[in-house]
């Protein structure tokens, strides 16, 4: 579902033109398990869910952060790529975007 979710931002206009995060594009888009893609929402009620993840979890826990901040995701470079440089780490690039302040932080 996620490299789908960066296919449709990348190759839809319509959601190239949206500019959505990640847990926003349930609004907008269905996905349909028997092509494996996400689709136009033509109508109906919107269910979406993002997992919780412990930040124990590290790598996971920094992607979340990033896929819930970050607009029009593309790819998982996308998301590592801050200001023209390539990040390590998920948790790097949240750092570099200013999403953690502290080791307190929790989202």
Known sequence: MLTEFFSTNYMDKEAKKLNLLYKEFPRYYVWDDSIRTWTQRKKGICLGRLCTVNPIENERYYLRVLLNNVCG????EYLLTVNGHCCKSFQEAA?????????DDIE
């Open 73 to 76: 995701s593309t790819s998982f």
């Open 95 to 103: 750092h570099k975007r200013g999403l953690l302040h502290n080791d």
